[in-house]
């Protein structure tokens, strides 16, 4: 009880200190924003140009005639009672920034989970391969992967398994999320709950037609995602597995005659896990702001590019909104991943 | 001071003086053998970087820098910027030359002038050009639709342009579309490309694929291609385009308003629409004269960010100041259920090209009075032939046949006899030219609409035949053009200079493949009164000529002092 009472209070704590730093990172962005050249305004109308008492009326409709800091205590009041406002930018001019980002998250989150997915089915397995088998030429594979697949452009392999299985082969989709006009829950009827991922949604309708059309749009982009990711993990989980498996309780538990698989799987890996959980987590986190080049490469509408186009258009309500939705999801990762590290090793608990 | 102590002394000084002759003939062999430079002209052309006008913008900045400096007395320095800073800084004069392009709102000569020459578009559009004679030509070809007057009004105006080179044009854009053989009726329409009209023979569904996106389907807020592209499919205006040409036809009116039907009044300041009866939106509303001019009223009332109302009020001069409101009172007149005039505050040409475009687009009664309408599904109301029935933001809309459509036999006369044609049109947005040229390549679309990048679209055309596809090229009303602050570059000899070292032919090959159209005057070539001006009088690549003018009393020299110090100024 005691136990769980201190990793509350902990987790309360962290919670505590994520107001400050989120209003730390709200203020840096309202201020460079501002101080970065480029009026969006005028920008609103592309190559054409109104006359100016169309431009003054936008202005006033967009609350920028105010002086910058009204603008700044009624923006940190609308970000916290949860009104992010309407695009200002050229790109989504006028639309609702939470619409365009609870829109597209369903789309960043499923190939997130789908390059993790990926990136874990090989990138571990072969980190714990490596590891455990230090300096001999499996090791030696496992290193050369992990660099080479590292460092390889995501843009450039995306493209390479478009032009493969998209379109030599033709075995799978070569863009977007879906394939044909009904997609998963578009009948409200359908579905009681919709979550905007295709894979789900359609698993909830019960329709396993959809759930292949929406799982064959999310292979290459994931298996893109997940390859590049994989070199990192891979590495990663060696480097971890290295210090574990020469640590004193393996030689301990080898001295007592435990079998070395077990030794390998039960203890080593285990505990190698901790930072390596850590380093994951943070980097699904990464994700969630967006892979931006493999949406890009694949046509898919996701958090990536709504922040690409609205840097690129210096949408100031839309890239506000996109950081403080990052933030939000960066802490509470950070404490999904102190609770999973807690889990893994009971030493945190105490 | 002993003997040997003043010996080392004086050879110290020799040595020492050895060492600077030594240094003083290399340095002044270097100076005789280092080929001196000569001064050159130094500008800076900016492009945008953020592909405002897709990715080709870099090569054609490239381009035009070596067909500029290839000729040797120019020093072209290359520039860019995001479009939100370039709009800014041609706006506050930061930019001495600079490419900008131009999609027409109304098919319509006045359209590619009056943006740039009167002096208050050329100060949009980052000139400053400011001629009190070209202004009056402007007004003058605005106010009138006496061919005569608009033709020697046209010319004047082309003639002061390649004299004075505000801007230098350069090519204009290709339309592009690929489908699938079989499909048939795809028109590369020069105003807006009709997704009702194209058939795909044993089938009820249309598959297509585009890179544009969609910002707002409200006629009262779009302005940008693809919007105006749906709300075409979905809405309807007074008059509409012939299915394969510019030529007005009756749409919701049941003509086209002329002096000669007595529709418009003698001065060109009252238009008379006489409207279809029984007309219903898709909701099953009524279309009537009030609805039209409550949606006309309520878009220039709304004045919404970066929508097209300003064409109605201030183009369409609707209103005779800039205060915001409805129309005044007796300005749009419904004297009954189906007839409807426009009184405007001066005579306006092409009052018909404006009541043809998008802003134009009457909708229900219920539309929001206070703000835009959503976008969404069962929000977006029309009478056009196609109703939407789905709008993924940035991925997916599909248009569904409108059952109450009031003109199925609108192109009858091209030979389509009923409209829409095909029952869904589903249209894939997808985020990069690329996966359009897969989608077409695997057939995963019949149609795939712009925007295909030239290398891919030369690569296609090459493989028609194996892949069962056919690549379509046609005239877009897309101008592009160079841009010179003549405050920043005020002598007309330089811009002169350029506009003789252009090279058209290099852009159009190096960078485009040949797909593009060189332009030689702001009014694209297929629009009355255009007049090929630069080509007569500058060519294209004459260095000799560039170099001649730039070359008189050394002006280059006096110029180059003169930049620095407008430079050095800011």
């Not at chain 1, 970065?36 to 109104?50: E, N, V, Y």
């Not at chain 2, 040949?514 to 080509?535: E, K």
């Amino acid at each position: 009880m005691a136990r769980d009472g201190s990793l509350l209070a902990y987790v309360l704590a962290r919670m505590a200190l994520a107001i400050p730093m989120l209003l730390i990172l709200l203020t840096a962005v309202f201020i460079v924003l501002r101080v970065l050249p480029g009026d969006p305004i005028l920008a609103l109308w592309g190559g054409h140009t109104p006359p100016q008492p169309a431009i003054d009326a936008a202005r006033q409709q967009l609350g920028l005639d105010q002086p910058i800091p009204v603008q700044y205590v009624t923006y940190l009041r609308n970000i916290f009672t949860g009104n992010f406002g309407l695009s200002i930018g050229e790109t989504y001019r006028g639309q609702s920034v939470w619409t365009q980002i609870s829109t597209r998250f369903p789309a960043t989150l499923e190939i997130a989970i789908g390059g993790m997915a990926v990136a874990s089915l090989v990138g571990i397995p072969l980190g714990v391969l490596g590891g455990s088998n230090r300096d001999k030429p499996i090791d030696l594979a496992v290193r050369m992967f992990g660099t080479i697949i590292w460092v390889i452009p995501i843009f450039w392999l995306g493209l390479v398994l478009q032009l493969v299985f998209g379109v030599w082969l033709q075995w799978l989709p070569a863009n977007g999320r879906w394939t044909g006009a009904d997609t998963p829950c578009s009948v409200p009827s359908s579905c009681a709950v919709r979550t905007g991922m295709y894979t789900v949604d359609s698993l909830i309708e019960g329709n396993l037609g959809h759930f292949v059309n929406a799982v064959a749009h999310l292979i290459l982009p994931s298996v893109t995602l997940g390859l590049v990711l994989s070199g990192f993990f891979a590495k990663t989980v060696r480097a971890n597995m290295l210090r574990t498996v020469s640590a004193d309780f393996t030689e301990a538990a080898r001295a007592r005659g435990v079998p070395r698989r077990a030794i390998v799987y039960r203890h080593a890996f285990k505990n190698a896990l901790v930072p390596v959980v850590t380093v994951l987590g943070l980097q699904f986190a990464i994700l969630f702001a967006g892979a931006v080049l493999t949406e890009k490469t694949f046509s898919i509408e996701g958090i990536g590019i709504l922040l690409l186009n609205s840097v690129t258009s210096k949408d100031m309500t839309m890239i506000q909104g996109v950081v403080v939705f990052y933030a939000t999801i960066i802490v509470i990762i950070s404490l999904v991943i102190d609770v999973i590290g807690a889990m893994i090793d009971p030493r945190i608990r105490l | 001071m002993p003997p040997a102590r003043a010996s080392a002394g004086r050879s110290r000084l020799l040595i020492v003086a050895v060492v600077i002759l030594v240094i003083a003939l290399i340095a002044v062999s270097a100076y005789a053998l280092i080929p001196k430079q000569t001064a050159k002209l130094p500008i800076e052309l900016w492009y945008n970087n953020s592909n405002h006008y897709g990715s080709t913008e870099v090569a054609v900045a490239l381009a035009l820098q070596n067909s500029i400096a290839s000729c040797g007395k120019v020093q072209v320095t290359l520039k860019s910027d995001v479009w939100t800073a370039y709009k800014t800084r041609w706006t506050q004069q930061q930019m001495p030359m600079f490419l900008l392009g131009w999609y027409p709102d109304y098919f319509d000569t006045d359209d590619y002038i009056s943006p740039f020459l009167a002096i208050s578009g050329a100060k949009s559009e980052g000139s400053f050009y400011n001629n009190s004679q070209v202004d009056q030509w402007v007004r003058d070809e605005a106010s009138t639709s006496d061919p005569a007057i608009r033709a020697d009004r046209f010319a004047k105006i082309q003639a002061a342009l390649v004299e004075d080179v505000p801007y230098i044009p350069l090519w204009s854009g290709a339309a592009q579309v690929a489908y699938v053989n079989g499909v048939q009726n795809v028109e590369l329409h020069p105003v807006s490309y009709k997704w009702f009209i194209v058939n795909k023979p044993g089938a009820t569904q249309l598959n297509a694929s585009t890179s544009d996106h969609i910002i707002d389907l409200d006629p009262a807020s779009a302005y940008d291609f693809m919007s105006i592209e749906v709300i075409n499919q979905v809405f309807d205006t007074l008059l509409v385009y012939d299915a394969k040409n510019t030529t007005l036809l009756p749409g919701l009116a049941t003509r086209v308003p002329t002096v000669a039907n007595g529709d418009v009044s003698a001065d060109g300041k009252s238009y008379t629409f006489h409207l279809r009866q029984g007309v219903t939106f898709s909701d099953g509303t009524q279309f009537n004269s009030s609805v039209m001019k409550r949606s006309i009223d309520r878009t220039m009332r709304l004045d919404l960010a970066g929508s097209a109302a300003f064409l109605l009020y201030d183009v369409g001069a609707l209103r005779a100041d800039h205060l915001a409101g409805n129309s005044a009172t007796g300005v749009i007149d419904t004297p009954d259920p189906y007839n409807i005039t426009f009184h405007l505050f001066s005579p306006v040409s092409f009052f018909n090209q404006l009541m043809a475009f998008s802003v134009s687009a009457p909708v229900p009664w219920n539309y929001n009075p206070s703000g835009k309408q959503p976008s969404t599904v069962g929000s977006v109301i029309g009478t056009g032939p196609y109703v939407l029935t789905t709008h993924t933001l940035d991925s997916l809309v599909v248009l569904d046949k409108n059952p109450t459509y009031y003109k199925p036999n609108l192109y009858a006369v091209d030979g389509i006899s009923s409209v829409p044609v095909m029952n869904r049109v589903v249209i894939n947005i997808r985020s990069s030219d690329a996966a359009l040229k897969q989608d077409i390549e695997t057939k995963t679309v019949d149609v795939a609409f712009r925007t295909i990048s030239p290398v891919d679209l030369a690569d296609l055309q090459a493989r028609q035949s194996s892949l069962g596809i056919t690549v379509k090229l046609g005239s877009s009303p897309q101008i592009r053009f160079l841009v010179f602050n003549v405050n920043l570059i005020p002598d007309k000899r330089v811009r002169q200079a350029i506009a003789y070292s252009v090279d058209r032919g290099a852009i159009n090959s190096l960078v485009f493949l040949g797909q593009a159209t060189p332009l030689y005057s702001m009014v694209p070539s297929d629009l009355p009164f255009a007049s090929p001006v630069f080509q007569g009088r500058y060519g294209d690549a004459q260095c000799a000529s560039a170099n001649a003018l730039l070359s008189q009393a050394g002006y280059a020299i006096e110029l180059q002092r003169e930049l620095v110090a407008v430079a050095r100024d800011r």
